[in-house]
């Protein structure tokens, strides 16, 4: 009797403290949204020309929502800005490994590949994102012939 009664204060204590540890965390939303400031303010850095601290916001909203196409795309963009080809193309890659058809990233992929002289790699990327350029045109050919 006494030992099952001290298995149902175990279990009590542990639900409670598996709840305290629950409301402790911080949630999905508030890193997104804090992932989002962070984005913002790269972004408004980089507006402003302050490049490397654009670098260092963009890499924080990644640290927090690392599944955002669009903060990979922005920190290669700053790292192309920085003469920093190697790193703008793995940034490159890490926007497309998210989002396969996002054209932007495709066209500047192509630009730092040329910059470092892979002539062939800069091909292939340019020709995917003239490929997805048509593709994106006949589907908005499409939506203004409804």
Sequence with gaps: MKKQRNVIVCFVLLFILLQTIQSCGT????????AMTHF???????K???IKAAV?????????????????YNLGLAYYSLV????????Y??????KSD??????NLALAFEKIDETEKAFMALEKYKKLNQSNKKKTDLKENK
């Design 27 to 34: 949630s999905n939303e508030e890193l997104k949204i804090s």
């Design 40 to 46: 913002g303010r790269g972004n408004n850095y980089y």
């Design 48 to 50: 402003n020309d302050n």
């Design 56 to 72: 260092d916001e963009y890499k924080r909203a990644i640290s927090l929502d690392p599944k955002q196409e669009n903060f990979h």
């Design 84 to 91: 920093l080809y190697e790193n703008a193309i793995d940034s």
């Design 93 to 98: 890659w890490k926007a497309i490994k998210l």
């Design 102 to 107: 996002f054209a932007e990233a495709w066209y």
